[in-house]
């Protein structure tokens, strides 16, 4: 009886290389923070706790490890250009920026010096990193028919002329709001994407979504080199209603001890 030739071996293919979220080039073996590094540097003591916020899924997190950033997400040209937008907002979060009230515009105000296309820049950014992230706080998150206008709007430094617009709020409780992050989420009754911060809310409408009316008015910023803001309390963002109500909860039940950064 003849013997039937042995069948060769066939060598397992070696796992594809990881690749970059943004750009599709090889990812570099580097930590890549998705919200800026800078907005948890007083989130970082063990003792303390900050807030994560998931409005759309009624998920809020109290949380006192950072788990912002994921290795291998970017490649080392697409981190070091966020890495830069991400140093820029850090020194607008210093403290020292000079902060007047909007003229003629009633809880409004003009942050002096702040280049507003930068901050679009660094929102569009943000954006992809959260759309590219496998993290559990961004799983959800998508940009959908909008990532190659998002892609492109990061490669040209044009987030404007690529259709993307920006509302901002600065809170009344800098205290409080600098211990609380909402990842991006899709808000329907603003019809853009809310993500929040180191005291600030911004809003970023998606270049399918055309905003009218007071929106509109409040995504063009003032031409003399400044960031327009609307000056606004904590209790009228959905995502601090879901802070309340799980907190309530919590202390009421005496599971929950929440301390702050000072």
Same mark, same amino acid.
């Given at each position: =009886? ?17 690749? *970059?979220?943004? *750009? ?26 900050? %807030?994560? /916020? ?20 970017? *490649? ?16 607008? &979060?210093?403290?020292?920026? %000079? ?69 901002? &709020? ?22 853009? /994407?809310? /993500? ?14 055309? &905003? ?7 995504? !063009? ?27 309530? %909860?919590?202390?009421? !039940?005496?599971? =929950? ?6």
């Amino acid at each position: =009886m003849t013997s039937q030739p042995s069948s060769p071996q066939v060598a397992d293919a070696a796992p594809a290389a990881p690749l *970059c979220g943004i *750009c599709g080039a090889p990812s570099a073996d580097l930590d890549s923070h998705i919200i800026p590094r800078f907005a948890q540097r007083r989130l970082k003591d063990g003792d303390r706790t900050f %807030v994560v /916020v998931d409005p759309s899924d009624r998920r809020v997190a109290f949380e006192s490890e950072n788990r912002f950033y994921q290795r291998g997400l970017l *490649c080392q040209e697409c981190e070091a250009k966020t890495a830069k937008l991400d140093a820029y907002w850090a020194t607008i &979060w210093d403290g020292r920026q %000079v902060v007047t009230p909007a003229h003629r515009r009633p809880f409004e105000v003009v942050v002096h010096n702040v280049d507003a296309v930068n901050v679009a820049r660094l929102l569009v950014s943000i954006l992809l990193r959260a759309h590219a992230a496998t993290q559990p706080e961004f799983a959800k998150f998508t940009l959908g028919g909008a990532f190659d206008a998002a892609v492109k709007a990061f490669q040209t430094n044009d987030p404007l002329g690529n259709g993307f617009r920006t509302r901002v &709020w600065r809170t009344w409780s800098p205290e409080f709001a600098s211990t609380y992050v909402v990842p991006p989420f899709h808000d329907r009754a603003l019809r853009a /994407v809310v /993500v929040a911060f180191s005291n600030y809310r911004f809003a970023v409408a998606l270049p399918t979504t055309r &905003w009218e009316g007071e929106l509109k008015r409040l995504s !063009s910023h003032p031409i003399s080199g400044g960031l327009l803001a609307t000056i606004a309390r904590l209790e009228s963002f959905v995502e601090f209603k879901e802070i309340l109500r799980t907190a309530q %909860v919590g202390l009421e !039940s005496g599971r =929950m001890k929440l301390r702050f950064p000072r």
